[in-house]
């Protein structure tokens, strides 16, 4: 049975890597009262959601000041709620919110849980610095292909794996 998390007022939003660069595993974290959800994302979901949430903002009125970035670190969990499939966003002028709703990976034949959080310009806008932040913090890009340089080696397919690029 699916379960969906609805957190209207959440006191913290945030994301957050566990892991070292090249394993790292991302995460988006919410907390309302008691509820702390906890959903895995890709690295790329996370930098799409930075990027999207910031045009968003760009609309938008102008935010307050942003949560510190000390009190955005990932909170202690035992496992992730779900992975996450698709994500959606957009902004509530009327509540004044900026709402994100994150579906799990599931088959398509099955339904799945859900999260939905209704953010603060200020909490999106720190969301999307923080996301930027932890994306753009990992391995190099390729200068060939694109793909994260690895430091035990680089099988670059612009080479056809047969040496590494030169830096």
Not at 14 to 42: I, S
Request: proline share 8%.
């Amino acid at each position: 049975m699916s379960e969906i998390y609805e957190l209207a007022s959440p006191e913290r939003v945030t994301v957050g890597t566990v892991g070292e660069p090249g394993q790292r595993a991302f995460f988006l974290q919410a907390r309302e009262d008691r509820l702390l959800v906890t959903v895995r994302a890709e690295k790329q979901q996370i930098a799409a959601l930075a990027v999207h949430v910031g045009k968003l903002l760009e609309e938008a009125p102008r935010p307050g000041e942003l949560p510190s970035e000390e009190g955005l670190e990932l909170e202690e969990f035992a496992e992730e709620h779900f992975r996450a499939g698709a994500l959606a966003i957009a902004y509530d002028e009327d509540a004044d919110r900026i709402v994100l709703v994150i579906q799990a990976r599931v088959p398509d034949d099955e339904e799945g849980d859900e999260l939905r959080v209704s953010m603060t310009r200020e909490q999106a806008g720190a969301l999307a610095i923080r996301g930027a932040r932890l994306v753009e913090s990992g391995r190099p890009p390729c200068p060939l292909c694109g793909y994260p340089l690895d430091p035990r080696g680089h099988s670059c397919p612009r080479t056809n794996g047969h040496h590494a690029p030169l830096l």
